[in-house]
C-alpha cells in the first residue's frame, strides 16, 4: 500500500475524493474500517489467529501477526480485527481471503485476493462510479425488516443501574483525593433486545451522522458484530511515519448554531477537561518516544466534532528509527491510554475491575488491521455497539478526575450513548415512515 495515511494537515483526516465505498463492499462476518475515503474491507477468513486470555494480550497478538505475516511473504497480505480491552477473554485475529484497501493520496483502491499463499494486486481507477450503500430509508416497508422480521422498540436496560454508576464515580473521586490514583475512566451499559437491525443499514447511519469519524465493524462471537464509529485515532503507521491522535475531555453539543458555538470554546477553556487531556497526551508521547528519532506534539489541543459531542484533541506525530515496529506492536506499546483507562495505568484498572459490574469484553479496545510492510491502523473502540441476534449493548465511559460530579459524569455517558441511539432510532423511524397508507 503506498501514500495516504498522512494525507491530512493538522488532524488525520484524509482528503476526500470520489473512491470506492468500502461499506458497499462489506459482508456480515466481514471486516471494515473507513474514515472518509480511506480503510480496509476484508471477506471471508484464510487463516485465524487466536489469542489467549491473559496479561500483555495485545503484546502477543502483535507477534502472532508478525509471524504469520512473515510466513505469508506477501507484502500486500493484511491481518484484521478486534482485541478486548484486558486480557480478560480469548481474542482472535484473521486473514480475510480478499481485502480491500482504499488510499486517499493515491486515489487508487487496491484489491488483493487470496487462496492458499498466492495474492493477486489490482489497481481500480478511483474515479469509478461509487457504489450505493444502503440508506436508513431502505431499511424496509412497514413494520418489518428487509428479512421479513418484525420489528419492535428498543427498550433500555441500564448496568448498572444509573444511581450505582453515579455511586461508583462518587467512589472514584474519593479513592482519587485519597492520592491512589489521578484519573479513571469508568464505564456504564445499555441493553436492549435485537428488534432485527440491518447492521449494514446502521453502519450507513452512523457514517451519514459521524463523517469525521472512524466506522468499523468486526465479527464478534457466533453471528455477533461489533461496530462502531469512533473519533480516536490510537496509531497509524506509514513507513517510518506515525501518528496518534489522543482524544479526552467532552462536551454536549447544541442543535443551535450559535450556542454550539459557545460550547466549543468553552471546552477549549475548560480547566477540568484539559486536566483530562494532558496525562492522555503525555503517556502517548511517552510510549511513542522509544520507537522515534523525532517526535512532534501540538502544543495545544484542538477541537473534533462528531455529531453528538466536541471532544478536545492533539496529534503527535513521529518518525520511527529503524527496524520500525508493526502498527500492531505499536498499538499494544499505546494501551490502553488514560482515554480509556486511567492513570497509573495499573492502580486505574484494578478500580475499573472492582468498580464496574462486568468485564467491559471488546468496548474500549482495539480495531484495526495491520499488513506485511508493517503498516496499518488501529483505532480506540469506543462509540461502539455489540450486536448478536438476540441482543444489542451500547457502553460509554467518562474519565473521572479530582472534583469530578456524578451527575455531570452520568450526562457526559449519555451524550457519547447518543452516538449510537441516535443512529438506531433513524433507522427504525425510516421504516415506520414507509408503512403504507
Known amino acids: 500500500m503506498t501514500g495516504g495515511l498522512f494525507a491530512s494537515g493538522r488532524g488525520d483526516t484524509p482528503a476526500s475524493g470520489d473512491a470506492m465505498d468500502l461499506l458497499s463492499l462489506w459482508q456480515p462476518g466481514g471486516f471494515l474500517l473507513e474514515r472518509d475515503v480511506m480503510g480496509v474491507v476484508g471477506t471471508g477468513e484464510a487463516r485465524r489467529l487466536e489469542i489467549p486470555p491473559g496479561r500483555d494480550q495485545a503484546v502477543r497478538a502483535a507477534r502472532l501477526a508478525d509471524a504469520a505475516l512473515a510466513e505469508l511473504g506477501i507484502g500486500d497480505a493484511v491481518i484484521v480485527g478486534s482485541l478486548p480491552f484486558r486480557g480478560d477473554r480469548a481474542a482472535s485475529l484473521f486473514v480475510p481471503e480478499s481485502v480491500t484497501v482504499a488510499t486517499a493520496a493515491s486515489r487508487t483502491v487496491q484489491v488483493v485476493s487470496r487462496t492458499g499463499t498466492g495474492a493477486m494486486a489490482m489497481p481500480v481507477p478511483a474515479g469509478r462510479a461509487r457504489p450505493r450503500a444502503t440508506a436508513a430509508g431502505d431499511v424496509a416497508r412497514g413494520n418489518r425488516d428487509l428479512h421479513g422480521r418484525q420489528l419492535s422498540p428498543l427498550v433500555w436496560q441500564p448496568e448498572p443501574s444509573v444511581a ?11 479513592r482519587i483525593g485519597a492520592g491512589r490514583l489521578t484519573k479513571v475512566v469508568l464505564a456504564r451499559s445499555l ?28 465479527p464478534a462471537g457466533a453471528a455477533g458484530t461489533f461496530l462502531g464509529a469512533t473519533p480516536e485515532t490510537l496509531v497509524r503507521r506509514e513507513g517510518d511515519q506515525v501518528l496518534s491522535l489522543p482524544v479526552a475531555g467532552t462536551a454536549a453539543r447544541s442543535p443551535e448554531p450559535g450556542r454550539d458555538a459557545l460550547i466549543a470554546a468553552a471546552l477549549l477553556r475548560s480547566a477540568k477537561d484539559l486536566h483530562e487531556h494532558a496525562p492522555v497526551v503525555e503517556a502517548v508521547t511517552d510510549a511513542l518516544a522509544p520507537y522515534c528519532s523525532e517526535l512532534a506534539v501540538e502544543p495545544t489541543p484542538h477541537l473534533l466534532a462528531t455529531a453528538t459531542a466536541w471532544h478536545l484533541a492533539s496529534s503527535v506525530r513521529g518518525t520511527l528509527r529503524p527496524p520500525a515496529p508493526s502498527a500492531l506492536e505499536l498499538a499494544a506499546a499505546l494501551h490502553p491510554t488514560p482515554a480509556v483507562c486511567g492513570t497509573p495505568t495499573d492502580a486505574a484498572a484494578a478500580l475499573i475491575e472492582e468498580l464496574e459490574p462486568a468485564p467491559r469484553g471488546l468496548y474500549a479496545g482495539l480495531v484495526g488491521w495491520v499488513d506485511g510492510r508493517g503498516d496499518g491502523e488501529w483505532v480506540v473502540s469506543v462509540r461502539c455497539a455489540l450486536i448478536t441476534p438476540r441482543q444489542v449493548r451500547l457502553d460509554a465511559g467518562a474519565g473521572i478526575v479530582a472534583g469530578s460530579d456524578p451527575a455531570a459524569e452520568i450526562a457526559e455517558t449519555d451524550v457519547k450513548f447518543r452516538t449510537l441511539i441516535e443512529s438506531l432510532e433513524a433507522i427504525r423511524s425510516a421504516s415506520v415512515q414507509a408503512l403504507p397508507a
Open 191 to 218: 441493553v436492549a433486545a435485537n428488534p432485527g437491525i440491518d447492521v449494514r443499514t446502521l453502519l450507513a447511519e452512523l457514517r451519514r451522522r459521524n463523517p469525521g469519524c472512524h466506522l468499523f465493524a468486526s
Open 164 to 174: 450505582g454508576f453515579g455511586a461508583a464515580v462518587a467512589e472514584a473521586v474519593r
